[in-house]
Antibody, heavy 121, light 110 residues
Framework: EVQLVQSGGGLVKPGGSLRLSCAAS????????MHWVRQAPGKGLEWVSS????????YYADSMMGRFTISRDNAKNSLYLQMNSLRAEDTAVYYC??????????????WGQGTTVTVSS | QSVLTQPPSASGTPGQRVTISCSGS????????VYWYQQLPGTAPRLLIY???QRPSGVPDRFSGSKSGTSASLAISGLRSEDEADYYC???????????FGGGTKLTVL
């Protein structure tokens, strides 16, 4: 079964750090670009960052640039998001997602279950 | 404020056809493919439409997408109660070098 299983969320104080993980199974992880998308309570989806299959292209949303770092370990079939200098407005459910590919990109076709990050003192 | 603009809400009765619009600019919809996602309450989003009008396997043909210029739309025909969800459009934005989402449209089946 193709799936993404997330871990690493929790409660952190403003200014603190947290590392999210996303473990892939059921597909060749090393062949796909991956994304992080977040959703603040009661709000819409917000794209966070993406990384290509071999990590040679990495993109961030402006508000996360310099604070968040996306990375992957293809040998471990895992995606990561290191979040530093966290602010209250980073409170959200964070999703990892696979960018599907079938000769061409077909969108974010597999999603993790989501992990909650709460930034509060 | 989202880069892509969607109406916050839409509604219809069972069996009806509803459309949800998504407005952007030349740096996103005008120059890139549009994707649509469905999010049922309390669940992760699900890919509904890719490359403007293509359906992944398993998505009913009641769902269809279209694009014209810098706007796109999602149509749902034969509306069913299980279609009640939030719908999001998305497109890569060349100016932002990032993926842009619409603010989402909450569909209510009356």
């Amino acid at each position: 079964e193709v799936q993404l299983v997330q871990s690493g969320g929790g409660l952190v104080k403003p200014g603190g750090s947290l590392r999210l993980s996303c473990a892939a199974s059921g597909f060749m992880f090393s062949g796909f670009s991956m994304h992080w998308v977040r959703q603040a309570p009661g709000k819409g989806l917000e794209w966070v960052s993406s990384i290509t299959s071999s990590s040679n292209h990495i993109y961030y949303a402006d508000s996360m640039m310099g604070r968040f770092t996306i990375s992957r370990d293809n040998a471990k079939n895992s995606l990561y998001l290191q979040m530093n200098s966290l602010r209250a407005e980073d409170t959200a459910v964070y999703y990892c997602a696979r960018e599907g590919f079938s000769g061409y990109e077909i969108g974010l076709d597999v999603w993790g279950q989501g992990t909650t990050v709460t930034v509060s003192s | 404020q989202s880069v892509l603009t969607q109406p916050p809400s839409a509604s219809g009765t069972p069996g009806q056809r509803v459309t949800i619009s998504c407005s952007g600019s030349s740096s996103n919809i005008g120059n890139n493919y549009v994707y649509w996602y469905q999010q049922l309450p309390g669940t992760a989003p699900r890919l509904l439409i890719y490359r403007n009008n293509q359906r992944p396997s398993g998505v009913p043909d009641r769902f269809s997408g279209s694009k014209s210029g810098t706007s796109a739309s999602l149509a749902i025909s034969g509306l069913r109660s299980e279609d009640e969800a939030d719908y999001y459009c998305a497109a890569w934005d060349d100016s932002l070098s990032g993926l842009a989402f619409g603010g989402g449209t909450k569909l209510t089946v009356l």
